[in-house]
């Protein structure tokens, strides 16, 4: 009767390099898949609440808004002062351009103090007087109509004050028709701030 022949794995020799290299190559390619799927689903997540900084901001109906010679108005959840002026409306961000110390507004003055170190910044929040060498920086803002279209928005490369559409006031129940209702949108219009979108503002500007 012919003897068997002994088999390696029998004899427990250890795995080859090659084999050892597939192993440790297939593990690492394992771990990187499971980092890039956990990568994914962290990113998916919104990381602010609706309503606070970090996203987009409802402030409310254009029919509400501040009048031209108010002040600004405070909205610390979104760190920012909401500010209308005869160019438009503007959201300031509420970091000083020197070293982002918080600043705010002084009515017997009647423009923004950074306490840090003194800048000022005029209502419109162009710059007075340093240490900061560049006007305040701004937030996008969008006005919607009732049906979503976009009515006005800031421009993205100069950061302007958005121009305020025309709003019909006239109560609904005295419209004479669902026409005449449906033919002016701009009176439901809202305003929407975004705080991921922050323009910066150069100097001269």
Known sequence: MPLKKPNPSDAGLPVSRREMLSYLWLSALGILTVQVFGMAVYSSIPRFKKGQYG???????????????DPPENHPKGKFWLIRTESGLSA???ACTHLDCLFSWNN??????????????????????GPATRP??????QIVSPDGRILSETDPATGAPVTIPVVDETPQSAKKSTEETDANPESGAI????????????AGN
Do not use: M, W
């Open 55 to 69: 996203g987009q901001i409802e402030v409310g109906p254009v029919t509400e808004l501040p009048a031209v010679n």
């Open 108 to 129: 017997q003055e009647n423009l923004f103090i950074c306490p840090c170190h003194g800048s000022r910044f005029a209502r419109d929040g162009s710059l007075l007087s």
């Open 92 to 94: 300031l961000y509420k």
């Open 136 to 141: 305040l920086d701004r937030f996008a803002i």
């Open 191 to 202: 305003v929407r701030v975004d705080t991921s979108r922050k323009i910066r503002i150069l």
